[in-house]
């Protein structure tokens, strides 16, 4: 399915933090930074964990499982164990809903 | 714990071409869901806050400390004094390495990305473990701890040999077998084996850092010819033998004797409560269960982690003591029947919620 999707409120993400949000079979990763929103697939690309579960620090998320790094804003594998750069997705900020467009 | 008759383990089901790993994934235990103690979101982004200040007052201090026993080891050069100067210098130089390498190398020890990385390279060469493989290395204990023929960290190997056990305790396999590995990579190759973990893309990587390496110890061993004297390599080199006994003693704890092929750090890792000392010497590796359960918290915070999940866990064993009056006769035990695992409790209440036994 292609098109904006509501992710939620924004008010549910905190700042400099990430939630998981599923649709359609697919898991994603909603993050909060500096009043801006990213959206990336929820996977890390090494091992399959939820990076949902990880660290965000400015536009950087963390793998909880091996603390592989990625660049939220364009999804650029920051050094091993990631080496795949994680998919990265449009989003925005609606009335205070989160949105994210999937192709 | 046994089941009676002692079951089959031979040491080729470690290897990762040929050995138990494939039989492990049809059981569903490689890259699989490990119990998890649910903690707030809230309570874990503030023990995965990141600092530097910690890791940088402990780096200096340590190195502080091994340049203390190094200049006392130069001063003891002739005497009988050196024998227990150089023990401490190559105990502080070693022992503590691997808790470093550990630790930046999963990036959690300072905030600043650099200062792990520079830590993580230099305490490699000390502990004498090949940074990029055993960067690899590591993060595969972690997707598959104790999973037989999938982890390569599996220090005290079915069945027991007990002088083998012994070699590796006091730092005879260790490094002898990374620097023949480091050879081998420096004329660019790699093992098979670790062609199985390590992404092609890092083989490069390997390879320069093994010829950066190589060339460190061929100009030790060279001042060694040029002054006719041991004394290069009882600073640089040889301390990651004589002093590997104490990151030996702090982590054959960490899984000795426990079950291979379950799906519950609670089930295959000790957490062993330790005094200040052997935790700044260890950087808090003793919250073994709870590092593995969530290894994104520095290790300043590892005490707080362990308050958060403890009604969750196995009792933590009191001392190191504690700890080796179950491992010792256990492996002794082992080495008759290597069936036999020391079975820990879990709280009653909280079961393992993805547990598949030892499954051997």
Known sequence: MTGWLRVGPLAEIEDEDVRRFDHDGRSYAIYRVAGNVYATDGLCTHEQAHLCDGLVMDHVIECPMHNGRFDIRDGRALGAPACVNLKTYPARIENGIVFMLVE | ?360
Request: net charge positive; hydrophobic share 45%; charged share 20%.
């Open chain 2, 1 to 360: 714990m046994s089941d009676g008759a002692p079951r089959q383990r031979r040491r080729s089901d470690y290897r990762l071409i040929g050995g138990a790993g494939e039989q492990a994934r049809r059981l569903g235990l490689v890259g699989a869901d490990w119990y998890k103690p649910a903690v707030p979101r809230s309570v874990m982004k503030e023990l995965m806050r990141r600092q530097d200040a910690a890791a940088i007052r402990d780096t200096a201090l340590w190195y502080a400390l091994i340049l203390g026993s190094g200049a006392l080891a130069y001063l003891s050069l002739g005497t009988l004094w050196a024998l227990p100067a150089f023990f401490l210098y190559g105990t502080l130089y070693a022992g503590p390495a691997d808790s470093r390498w550990h630790e930046t190398g999963h990036g959690t020890a300072f905030k600043t990305r650099w200062m792990n990385d520079l830590l993580y390279q230099v305490a490699s060469f000390q502990v004498m473990r090949r940074p990029t493989v055993w960067r690899w290395s590591h993060a595969r204990h972690h997707t598959d701890t104790l999973v037989t023929g999938r982890d390569l960290e599996v220090q005290a190997q079915l069945p027991i040999h007990p002088l083998d056990l012994i070699a590796d305790f006091v730092g005879l396999k260790l490094a002898p077998r990374e620097f023949a590995m480091m050879l081998l990579n420096a004329a660019g190759h790699l093992a098979e084996e670790e062609k199985t973990f390590i992404p092609e893309q890092e083989w490069g990587k390997a390879i320069a850092q093994a010829r950066a390496w190589t060339a460190i110890y061929a100009l030790t061993i060279g001042l060694c010819f040029y002054l006719s004297s041991w004394v290069p390599l009882l600073f640089i080199g040889l301390p990651s033998i004589y002093g590997a006994w104490l990151y030996n003693f702090f982590g054959l704890p960490q899984h000795a004797c426990l079950p291979e092929n379950v799906l519950d750090h609670r089930l295959n890792c000790r957490t062993v409560m330790m005094n200040r000392a052997f935790r700044f010497l260890y950087w808090n590796m003793n919250y073994h269960v709870e590092h593995h359960m969530f290894p994104l918290v520095p290790y300043h915070a590892l005490p707080r982690l362990y308050e958060a999940v403890k009604d969750d866990c196995p009792p933590a064993y009191a001392s190191s003591w504690a700890a080796y009056r179950e491992i010792i006769p256990a492996l002794a035990r082992q080495w008759r029947d290597p069936g036999y695992y020391v079975k820990r409790e879990l709280p009653a209440q909280r079961p393992a919620m993805a547990s598949m036994g030892p499954g051997r």
